[in-house]
């Protein structure tokens, strides 16, 4: 069955919004998942369909789930502190998530005794 024009128009401006969401260029987005840069300008315009495969390394990309992106699910509304926290993570090397997170941790396992000091 193939999707109504609608709802790859959708799809792409659901694609373009999470990029941009976590900040990243059409061109990054690319090299990460070993595409040509004009096939995201394609989809991202609603031009080009969306392979399964490809839809699912756009999800893992975007930390988004699939159901999200294609519209089955609503996104979950972020307080905007949080929001801006995750568009900057976005941008750090895999090292530095991985350092943000477990200061993150650290941060949540502290006892609420110790906060505000």
Known sequence: MQPLPSERVALAD??????????FSQDEV???LNIPR?????????????EALE?????QLYQRSVGSLT?????????EDVAHLARAAAKLTDT????????????????P?????
Request: overall charge positive; proline content about 3%; hydrophobic content about 40%.
């Open 14 to 23: 659901r694609l373009r919004e999470a990029r941009e969401y976590v900040g």
């Open 30 to 32: 690319a090299k990460k």
């Open 38 to 50: 004009s096939a995201i300008s394609l989809i991202e315009s609603g031009q080009r369909r969306v």
């Open 55 to 59: 839809l699912r390394a756009f999800a």
């Open 71 to 79: 519209g089955e699910v609503a996104p979950a509304e972020l307080p």
């Open 96 to 111: 530095d998530r991985l350092e943000l997170r477990r200061f993150a941790e650290f941060l949540s396992s502290r006892s």
């Open 113 to 117: 005794a110790s906060e505000g000091k």
